[in-house]
């Protein structure tokens, strides 16, 4: 891969990433905040601004709706995609908890979608990181979660690495893997069973059980996990019958979406 890069797209970028870090940004904090000069930051974000990728109320300037629209496109624009939207949906209604549809992105974990029980009364990770809204977007570090290590596992060690040397191993909790050994040695054993737990290393007190969903080349396509509180995800339930239906599930998922495949090329 070239390593060229266009220097103004990454410093639109870095500003679109820091308006929304800080919660909106006037151009005053702008300028402090990054190494551009005040005019520079100011003709990006007259561009953007301009063409909605920001808007400005006051002096402050704000993520704009247009990447909505982006995101809704890259999320429907897969039917693999929107089958696992229904998965996760009937998985929800099913367990009565919280469940994820993630895939990898940028070396890390994007949540695609997610979808809660009505009453389910266990807060979901989401309050844990962000006030925002909606969850959909949210990014998650492959190792501390199940999604992630049920993607990871279907890696080769060499791009295992790739993703450890750009993101390292980051502590969530205190039960959260910071040793690479100790990692590798768990993804060994997500191959094995076929099947990722992830104990309490996100959010204290939450436990997660998790499954690749393999696309129809044989790629890993994404995972899907099933997410509730250690109250509730107890011995058999934690270890057996969760992570049965969710293999069962993921099953037919793979199955339907070999068939949508097929059907489109036919």
């Known amino acids: 891969m070239s390593s060229q890069r266009a220097k103004t797209t990454e410093r639109s970028l870095h500003l679109i ?7 909106g940004a006037s151009l005053d904090e702008l300028t402090a905040e990054v190494a551009f000069s005040r005019s520079t930051i100011h003709i990006h974000l007259r561009t953007l601004l301009e063409h909605g990728y920001l808007a400005k109320e006051g002096e402050v ?49 994007i949540l695609v979608h997610e979808s809660f029980h009505p009453d389910s009364q266990f807060p979901s990770k989401e309050r844990h990181i962000s006030s ?11 190792h501390s979660v199940a999604t992630g290590k049920a993607i990871l596992a279907e890696y080769s060690d060499d791009r295992i690495e790739r993703v450890l040397d750009e993101w390292g191993l980051p502590r969530q909790t205190d039960q959260t893997i910071t040793d690479e050994d100790a990692l590798f040695q768990e993804l060994e054993q997500v191959r094995d069973r076929g099947i ?12 997660e059980v998790g499954r690749r969903v393999e696309a ?18 107890t011995d058999d339930r934690y270890t057996t019958e969760l992570p049965t239906l969710l293999d069962e599930a993921v099953s037919e998922l793979e199955e339907d979406i070999r068939e949508s495949y097929l059907e489109q090329y036919r």
């Open 61 to 109: 300037y704000h993520i704009g709706l247009r990447f909505l629209n982006h995101g809704e496109y890259a999320r429907s624009r897969k039917t693999a995609y929107t089958l696992a939207k229904q998965t996760v949906m009937d998985l929800a209604d099913r367990t009565d908890e919280e469940v994820e549809f993630v895939v990898e992105n940028d070396n890390r974990g």
């Open 17 to 23: 990433e820091t308006i929304q870090r800080l919660g």
């Open 216 to 233: 129809p080349d044989g790629s890993v396509l994404g995972a899907i996990a099933i997410i509730g509180p250690k109250y509730r995800f």
């Open 196 to 207: 990722a737990f992830a104990d309490e290393e996100y959010v204290d007190g939450l436990r």
């Open 132 to 142: 925002a809204p909606s969850t959909a977007g949210i990014y998650y570090y492959l």
